[in-house]
């Protein structure tokens, strides 16, 4: 197997990262949303997304003669998001999608909870203090975001229940995937195994799918797995510069919130070409700098780091 480039440590970098995982995500929805209006089918397209998803990491992963990684993390992640995906692709075509989209975007929320369940014993209490209050003022962020983009008015009850729904699947999706990223000593392996079971989890809603088989669309759909495949892989370099770093918790965090602003992007684009920045939007984006700027001021010995765990 050949070794793959270390980079270095830095937030910079971690910022970097989060951003332009966060411009893939953004792209993604609007090749798929797109997809799934012009063919109709949405498991098939989400199966042709994980397609596109696939290409990146099988042909690194030939290249470097590896095998997927079969571990509990990137397997529980790949189902998780296949769930979530498919859920969220199932509604493209309602007429409140946009407002369902905008609603999940605070799923840092659940991601944060994650964290602290699982790694409540390996974190300081003051650690832990600035965690909670960080993923809560990037909620209230997103929150912000959406507000100023949705009729509030028109949001129902079936709404804001599967919206809570999808925040709860993508929060945990994006802890093992985090996970998955910050326990691998090697990339393309992983993220090979993520894709497959991602398609595998797919598979059940095609039960449920328009039985509708044709090739319209399914072109943005391919493009839009490649897409944020380079996404994937960027957000792995950055776990891969956290591995042995004490900030592996709010760093890794902090990545998620940056990732999940795919919203903050397709807002600003909407409200800088149809409309004048709200006030809402201002604020949004000003309380999701504020969590990221009192995450990053944890020291390197804020966490405890649990040694060769896997």
Same mark, same amino acid.
């Given at each position: 197997?050949r070794?793959e480039?270390r980079?270095t440590? +830095?937030?910079?970098f ?6 332009f995982?966060?411009?893939?995500n953004?792209l993604?929805?609007i090749?798929?949303s797109?997809?799934?209006? !012009?063919?109709g089918?949405f498991a098939?397209?989400a199966?042709v997304?994980?397609a596109?998803?696939v290409?990146?990491?099988?042909v690194?992963?030939l290249y470097n003669?590896?095998?997927?990684d079969?571990?509990?993390?990137? !397997?529980m992640a790949? =189902?998780?998001?296949?769930?979530? +995906?498919?859920l969220?692709?199932s509604i493209?075509?309602y007429?409140n999608?946009?407002i369902?989209y905008s609603l999940?975007a605070?799923?840092i929320i659940?991601?944060? &909870?994650?964290?602290?369940?699982v ?5 300081s ?6 965690l909670i209050?960080?993923?809560i003022a ?14 509030? /008015?028109? =949001?129902s009850? /079936?709404?804001?229940?599967l919206s809570?729904?999808l925040i709860?699947l993508y $929060?945990?999706?994006g802890f093992?995937?985090?996970?998955? $990223?910050?326990?691998s000593?090697e990339?393309s392996s ?6 497959i079971f991602? $398609?595998?989890? !797919?598979?059940?809603f095609?039960?449920f799918?328009?039985h =509708?088989?044709?090739?319209? $669309? ?5 493009? &839009?797995g490649i ?6 892989y &960027?957000?792995?370099?950055?776990f891969r510069?956290l591995q042995?770093?004490? +900030?592996i918790?709010s760093?890794?965090?902090?990545i998620?919130i940056?990732?999940?602003s795919?919203?903050l992007?397709?807002?600003l684009?909407?409200e800088?070409?149809v409309?004048a920045?709200s ?6 984006i000003l309380? !999701? ?6 995450m990053?001021?944890?020291s ?7 040694q060769?765990? +896997?």
């Open positions: 197997m070794a480039f980079y440590h +830095n937030f910079s971690i910022v970097f990262v989060g951003i995982s966060s411009i893939a953004a993604w929805g090749l798929l797109i997809a799934v209006t !012009i063919n089918n098939l397209t199966e997304m994980v596109g998803l290409i990146v990491p099988l690194i992963a003669r590896v095998k997927p079969l571990s509990f993390y990137p !397997i790949g =189902i998780f998001f296949g769930i979530s +995906n498919a969220l692709l493209f075509n007429q999608s946009a369902i999940i605070p799923s659940a991601f944060i &909870a994650m964290q602290v369940i790694k409540k014993k390996r974190i209490e003051k650690s832990l203090i600035r209050f960080g993923g990037a909620s209230a962020g997103f929150i912000l975001l959406s507000a100023a983009n949705i009729n509030l /008015y028109a =949001i009850t /079936y709404d804001i229940l809570l729904l709860l $929060g945990i999706s093992l995937f985090t996970e998955t $990223g910050l326990r000593k990339t992983p993220l090979l195994t993520v894709d991602e $398609g595998i989890a !797919i598979l059940p095609m039960l799918s328009a =509708i088989y044709v090739f319209s $669309g399914l072109t943005y759909a391919l493009f &839009a897409i944020v495949a380079l996404g994937t &960027a957000s792995f370099a950055g510069t042995k770093s004490s +900030n918790v760093y890794s965090s902090i998620y940056l990732t999940d795919d919203i992007f397709l807002a684009i909407y800088i070409f409309h920045l006030v809402y939007t201002l604020f949004g309380l !999701i700098a504020c969590s990221i700027w009192y990053s001021k944890e390197d010995n804020a966490f405890t780091i649990e060769g765990s +896997n």
